[in-house]
């Protein structure tokens, strides 16, 4: 990868250099989820300003073209608002006087399967696209509805994305990649929509999962999908050793926790999993720092340069362990009040925490806050809602930064969990 | 108009003639209500095929821009399969290499309220439009939801048409219209999308409704609107009176009986009424043959060319009663069978004479019945929906092609109309 690095130092300012004629610059970013907590008085507003912040990383960074692993919005029939305002800003940056400078060498039918008109955006002479997006769909915005239809599919046919990785004879998986050269850099993108994770797991296991390589062996393959990844069930997930080891990276989409810094498989597979744009749950892998990568790919060498996401909400995630009433160090005669006062002063030094996660400007200045609060006994629960709202202002999430549990559940929960591992 | 007649058969064919050079061509359409049945098997593409005839017949008379006046969308939430094959269709006729010839002259910004960037699509440089399509917003595709955002302004937000006349202060109503020049022919385009007809009905007559004029006197004046034209309750409708006496002609959307052909009102407005171009109800307004307009304007002058819809399904009403089983002439004495006998007998001839319609191949064939039929005795009456279904295959509308109705309803029925007259 030195090779790499040296041409992004050095070689990158000069244009035309055989070098960076060479580089693919690709920006990655997966679950976006546009529209999640659309009507939030506060959040209402957060996915829109991050896609934006996206977009922007994309023009700076001069790439060839984006990728995305899925999950662009968060419901497959997404409010008219929604997709309004998702079109208005692939129109704002995508299109331009940029020139595209990749080669498409695949059978384009092929590729864009759900496709009337099958045939990449920037080649048609009536749009000025300047930074082509590439997507596959997720579950989140899988084809839905009359005649199965993507929200993906409406985008598409605009000519302001192009959306592949449809499949849907669920006895055998064959993915003809799309093929794209620039300079010397030839790329095989595989991409497989989403596809129930129990089903897709059998298929790879019976080896009826096809990925049709291009001939010669001079392409840098690259797969994205948008699956289980993590064991969240016995058969419910898809092992990183399923990966076939031909494959020179894989962008796994659906798992919402950054881990972008490519992962080695076993059979030597480098995983990359940029994780979601926007928290959309109050768990611990969504409070890890959000990024997108810029990929660069010459020849067959890549490197996956992480860009930290500056707009989106720091988000805490922490705990309180109340103190225990039958202990001797106790001596509240009013355990409710008493757990209150510790509650707000805990959620109080959140507050300011979050202060010093702050990235400038662009950043939503209002925290998300999860603080887990465990109780010995039952005199010592109090209003959790009511608590939060007195950080109305301060907070993003002021009804429900509380979750409120026994001490006992918390022990069984480990000792669960320790078994799980 | 004599003048416009002329330059239609002496001098359209000599391009860049002074005169085409002066006359604005304009597709007038209404009412399309994509999606509407989109689901039936049968009658699933209708709309579709019917709006791609539409914009093939801009393309063919080589309009300067096309008029839609509202319910272009069947619901305010279209399925996303609807959405799609409505901007595949855009796309498809409205980008090309065509010159648009038409100044814009007003203040966009004022225009197209509600897009976030407003700017015509034909001056947008990297969209390649041929033809622009300017349209309101009828009761069907009205906003709707989060942010109040209409279906018209996720297809303005790609470019792929030109949303106008919203209008959200309902004290008081102020149309400024878009203003075009083409040579010396200059338009003045007031829109007003719909508006709740009571409350509008209740501004004209307040005189809150104000239509901004442009300074000069040489333009032509034109209103687009969506709403109740025929009385269908004391105040639930805009009488034609209510029409400022300035205006030049006036496209009347939401009616769908096609009266194209502009009617003069007492105070000499010309209003055409397009009608729909599909039928969404078994109304005898909706059995007109379906037309939309090649409206020219030179100058203050006009001419409205009814274009007759051929891929429309032929669509045939009438009625049938049955013989009063206590005359003379009665002589069954199974009267449910006689009757059903009758029907039968009359639907066949019903789907003979639709044949007599047929106006080419790009028509759907099957046909849309609607038999009223009227009984005098209960013993008449016969299961409508199985003897519709021996009609399958034959007619486009089987499970609803019978009413059945006791003759005495359609008597008093009558005596009411009288009285409304
Ligand atoms: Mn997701
Ligand atoms: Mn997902
Ligand atoms: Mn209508
Ligand atoms: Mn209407």
């Given at each position: 990868?030195s090779?790499?690095?040296?041409?992004d130092t050095?070689?990158?300012?000069?244009?035309?250099n055989?070098?960076s004629?060479?580089?693919l610059?690709?920006?990655?970013?997966?679950?976006?989820?546009?529209?999640?907590?659309?009507k939030?008085a506060?959040r209402?507003?957060?996915?829109f300003?991050?896609f934006e912040e996206?977009?922007?990383?994309a023009?700076k960074n001069?790439?060839?073209f984006?990728?995305?692993g899925?999950?662009l919005f968060?419901?497959?029939?997404p409010?008219?608002?929604?997709?309004?305002?998702?079109?208005?800003l692939?129109?704002?940056?995508c299109?331009?006087d940029k020139?595209?400078?990749i080669?498409f060498?695949s059978d384009?039918?092929?590729?864009f399967?759900?496709?009337?008109?099958?045939?990449v955006?920037?080649e048609?002479?009536?749009l000025n696209?300047g930074?082509?997006?590439?997507s596959?769909?997720?579950?989140?915005?899988?084809p839905?509805?009359?005649?199965q239809?993507?929200v993906?599919?409406?985008l598409?046919?605009?000519g302001?994305?192009?959306y592949f990785g449809l499949?849907?004879?669920?006895?055998?998986?064959?993915?003809?990649?799309?093929?794209?050269q620039?300079g010397?850099?030839?790329?095989?993108?595989?991409?497989?929509?989403?596809i129930?994770?129990e089903?897709?797991?059998?298929l790879?296991?019976?080896?009826?999962?096809?990925l049709?390589?291009p001939?010669?062996n001079?392409?840098?393959?690259?797969?994205?999908?948008?699956?289980?990844?993590a064991?969240?069930?016995?058969?419910?997930?898809?092992?990183?050793?399923?990966?076939?080891?031909?494959?020179?990276?894989v962008?796994?989409g659906?798992?919402?926790?950054?881990?972008?810094?490519?992962?080695?498989?076993?059979?030597?597979?480098?995983i990359?999993?940029?994780?979601s744009?926007?928290?959309?749950?109050?768990?611990?892998?969504?409070?890890?720092?959000?990024?997108?990568?810029?990929?660069?790919?010459?020849?067959q060498?890549?490197v996956m340069i992480?860009?930290?996401?500056?707009t989106?909400?720091?988000?805490?995630?922490?705990?309180?362990?109340?103190?225990?009433?039958?202990s001797?160090?106790?001596?509240?005669?009013?355990?409710?009040?008493?757990?209150?006062?510790q509650?707000?002063?805990?959620?109080?030094?959140m507050?300011?925490?979050a202060?010093s996660?702050?990235?400038?400007p662009?950043q939503a200045?209002?925290?998300?806050l999860?603080?887990?609060?465990?109780y010995?006994?039952e005199?010592?629960?109090?209003n959790a809602?009511?608590?939060?709202?007195?950080?109305?202002?301060?907070?993003?999430?002021?009804?429900d930064?509380i979750?409120l549990n026994?001490?006992t559940?918390?022990e069984?929960?480990?000792?669960?969990?320790?078994?799980?591992?």
């Open positions: 990868m090779h790499l690095e040296e041409t050095e070689n990158d300012s000069e244009a035309g055989s070098l004629g060479d580089t610059k690709i920006l990655v970013a997966t679950d976006i989820h546009l529209g999640y907590k659309e939030d506060i209402g507003e957060d996915t300003v991050t996206i977009l922007q990383q023009t001069e790439v060839d984006i990728l995305l899925g999950d968060h419901e497959s029939k409010s008219p608002y929604c997709i309004q305002r998702c079109l208005e692939l129109r704002k940056y299109l331009s020139p595209v400078s080669e060498l384009q039918s092929r590729n399967l759900s496709q009337r008109v099958p045939i955006n920037y048609d002479p009536n696209i930074i082509p997006v590439f596959i769909h997720g579950n989140h915005d899988d839905t509805g009359h005649k239809t993507s993906l599919d409406v598409a046919s605009t302001l994305i192009n499949w849907n004879d669920l006895s055998n998986v064959e993915i003809r990649p799309i093929l794209l620039k010397k850099t030839k790329l095989a993108l595989y991409g497989l929509s989403h129930k994770d089903r897709l797991g059998r790879f296991r019976e080896k009826k999962v096809h049709k390589k001939d010669g001079d392409w840098f393959n690259m797969l994205v999908l948008h699956q289980n990844r064991a969240r069930g016995v058969k419910n997930f898809i092992p990183d050793s399923a990966i076939p080891d031909f494959m020179d990276l962008i796994w659906h798992e919402h926790d950054c881990k972008i810094v490519p992962e080695v498989t076993e059979n030597r597979v480098q990359s999993q940029p994780g744009s926007v928290a959309t749950s109050l768990a611990s892998g969504e409070s890890l720092s959000k990024n997108i990568g810029l990929l660069k790919v010459c020849k060498e890549f992480p860009l930290p996401l500056k989106v909400r720091p988000f805490l995630i922490d705990e309180l362990i109340l103190e225990n009433p039958l001797n160090s106790y001596h509240s005669e009013k355990p409710s009040e008493q757990a209150v006062n509650v707000k002063e805990k959620i109080s030094q507050i300011e925490e202060k996660k702050y990235t400038g662009n200045p209002l925290p998300l999860r603080l887990k609060v465990f010995y006994s005199q010592q629960q109090f809602v009511r608590i939060g709202m007195h950080f109305g202002g301060r907070v993003a999430n002021p009804d930064i979750k026994s001490f559940a918390k069984r929960k480990k000792n669960c969990n320790l078994n799980l591992d």
